[in-house]
């Protein structure tokens, strides 16, 4: 009789951890899905450096808003080789600050080193995008969106959309 004893203690044991590991799953599925929501660095491989910027008020002056791609990625140009693929494109809300115009920097070219080695125009590591603004004086926020695909020399993410937010004081 000890014998089965032992074996549904056993068994028993193995459905408490069993049970357990199920509790531990689903508590970590619910933080991810939780840290989705919050957008961790480095998961969308693009992130706004600048946050705050000074003018004169009230007079046109040029801001830079700076951005960081992930090492061992890319994104496409704001003007791409190919029709086909995704442009990275700045849209930003005029509530407040004026945008008179926007300028992106060139790309860079970059083979790829698998397939037939196709040339793409690329961001990589830091570049920067040239407003043209007014903006009255005081605090205002600039917001917007950048939208832009990430790749890596293997693949290519699904396109993604940065909240942008900078805040610019008018002096």
Do not use: W
Not at 22 to 43: E, F, H, N, Y
Request: include cysteine.
């Amino acid at each position: 009789m000890q014998g089965i004893g032992s074996k549904e203690q056993g068994t028993g044991r193995s459905l408490r951890l069993l049970a357990a590991a199920v509790l531990v799953c689903g508590a970590l599925q619910a933080q991810q899905i939780d840290m989705g929501a919050k957008k961790p660095a480095g998961r969308d491989h693009v992130e706004l450096l600048s946050d705050a910027v000074d003018v004169a008020a009230g007079k046109t002056q040029d801001v830079e808003l700076r951005f960081r791609v992930d090492p061992g990625f890319h994104i496409n140009s704001h003007t791409p080789m190919d029709e086909f693929l995704i442009p990275t494109k700045l849209t930003l809300d005029g509530a407040g600050v004026k945008v008179v115009s926007e300028e992106y920097p060139a790309g860079v070219k970059f083979k790829l080193p698998i397939g037939e080695g196709t040339i793409l125009d690329v961001y990589q590591g830091e570049f920067r995008v040239m407003l043209r603004v007014v903006a009255p004086k005081g605090a205002t926020t600039l917001s917007g969106m950048l939208r832009y695909q990430a790749c890596d020399n293997a693949a290519c993410f699904p396109p993604r959309t940065l909240g942008v937010k900078v805040t610019v004081n008018g002096r």
